[in-house]
């Protein structure tokens, strides 16, 4: 599952003990957007040699990811829940 990125979802994710997202970048086509990042939350900090292959980097969640949740033009930011057991909180 996938949400979009959003600070309640953030301050949430940082509630439970990540501290992390790895980041993936890709074009899209889509009618409000150019650009889809798409961030899986991770709570211990990752290898840059060992990434796993479809991301190219990660960021410490309360500093980029906080800023994207801001919303940036031309982008879609989402959140890869499907392995993350989330509060029931987060809608």
Known sequence: MQKILTTE???TLIGQGYRY???R???I???DAD???TLLPVKRAPSLKKLPERFGTYFK????PRQ???VIDETIVLVDLTEINVNAEVN
Not at 61 to 64: D, M, T
């Open 9 to 11: 979802l953030l301050e």
């Open 21 to 23: 997202c790895l980041s």
């Open 25 to 27: 970048t890709t074009s």
């Open 29 to 31: 086509f889509g009618e």
């Open 35 to 37: 650009i889809c990042i």
């Open 61 to 64: 969640i309360g500093e980029e």
């Open 68 to 70: 994207m949740a801001m």
